[in-house]
């Protein structure tokens, strides 16, 4: 199974500034027959399901703010909150969804 | 809109059995693959399994942990899946997800918690 590491395990973060949150893959997960990689981001906010916030690496899902950005390939991932609003608060978790799907452990955000 | 209400939780002693269902609207069902997520509490998101849509073979996968315990069916007609849980563990006591899509969850529902103990 390809495993799913991320970091850091926390950050507090002030009102409008740059968050980047860092997801690893113990193997690719760039599959060249789809020329794409298996990776998605998802946002958990308190006593709420996930939401999900960008496939295909850095695929916006549609709704989600355009602050919300994703970038990387092969192992290395990055989710990049440009501006970091208060309704930002959450755990941040990353997703390789090739084969038997795995979750990263989670990040969370809060405000400083 | 869709829509995915999960239901069917709730308190089992180890070694017991439990079904839940998840109730989707507001898209083609029977065209979508869906699966299972799991939440232990305050804990992070586990996947649990998949079905396939019954035109891709309608067939299902499931997670090491739950392999042989745990099984998954739909039912098209009621727009409807099942999660049916047998020889629970203690490690199993977490809030369970219905998601549509076949790894990449699209949309979850509410979840229903299930609690395993004696």
């Known amino acids: 199974d390809i495993v799913m590491t991320q970091s850091p395990d926390s950050l507090s973060v002030s009102l409008g500034e740059r968050t980047t949150i860092n997801c690893k893959s113990s193997?690719?997960?760039?599959?060249?027959?789809?020329?794409?990689?298996?990776l998605a981001w998802y946002q958990q906010k308190p006593g709420q399901p996930p939401k999900m916030l960008i496939y295909?690496?850095?695929t916006r899902k549609s709704g989600v703010p355009d602050r919300f950005s994703g970038s990387g390939s092969g192992t290395d991932f990055t989710l990049t909150i440009s501006s970091l609003q208060a309704e930002d608060v959450a755990v941040y978790y990353c997703?390789?969804?090739?084969?038997?799907?795995?979750f990263g452990p989670g990040t969370k955000v809060d405000i400083k | 809109e869709v829509q995915l209400v999960e239901s069917g939780g709730g308190l089992v002693k180890p070694g017991g059995s439990l079904r839940l269902s998840c109730a989707a609207s507001?898209?083609?069902?029977?065209?979508?693959?869906m699966s299972w997520v799991r939440q232990a509490p305050g804990k992070g998101l586990e996947w649990v399994g998949r079905?396939?849509?019954?035109?891709?073979?309608?067939?299902?996968d499931y997670a090491a942990p739950v392999k042989g315990r745990f099984s998954i069916s739909r039912d098209d007609a009621k727009n409807t899946i099942y999660l049916q849980l047998n020889s629970l563990k203690t490690e199993d006591t977490a809030v369970y997800y219905c998601?549509?899509?076949?790894?990449?969850?699209?949309?979850w529902g509410q979840g229903t918690l299930v609690t395993v103990s004696s």
């Open positions: 079905i396939k849509n019954k035109a891709d073979d309608g067939t299902t």
């Open positions: 507001g898209f083609n069902f029977p065209k979508a693959w």
């Open positions: 193997q690719s997960v760039f599959y060249s027959s789809k020329n794409k990689s298996y």
């Open positions: 295909w690496a850095s």
């Open positions: 998601t549509m899509g076949a790894g990449l969850s699209d949309y």
């Open positions: 997703q390789h969804y090739y084969g038997t799907p795995f």
